[in-house]
């Protein structure tokens, strides 16, 4: 509420999910014996973490340093897991009016 009351109310509300097909989420998955049992994501929840955390910090690159929206003055974020315990994150951005390039109509 304090970074709303300084900057305004968020331009964007962005949601950012894991997926548990992400090429380098399914080749650090083990193989078993003779190929015929293949480890599942959702038994490696550190893994899930730590592909999920470098996917997300190189999304919020994109956003704050590549500006591919416009501008951003202020953001913040919440992490939370799904009921299948996939992690996402509510992203909300509050753009600098000056260089907005989003119509508010």
Do not use: C
């Amino acid at each position: 509420m304090a970074i709303n009351a300084k900057f305004g109310a968020p331009n964007l509300l962005v949601t950012f999910t894991m997926n548990p097909a992400w090429k380098e989420m399914t080749d650090a998955l083990r193989v078993g014996d003779y190929g015929s049992f293949k480890q599942m994501s959702h038994y490696r929840p550190d893994l899930i973490m730590r592909v999920f955390y470098a996917k997300f910090k190189v999304f919020l690159a994109d956003i704050l340093h590549h500006q591919a929206f416009s501008k951003v003055i202020a953001y913040y974020h919440v992490l939370e897991f799904q009921k299948r315990g996939l992690p996402h994150v509510h992203l909300a951005l509050i753009m600098d009016p000056l260089d907005a390039t989003l119509d508010p109509a």
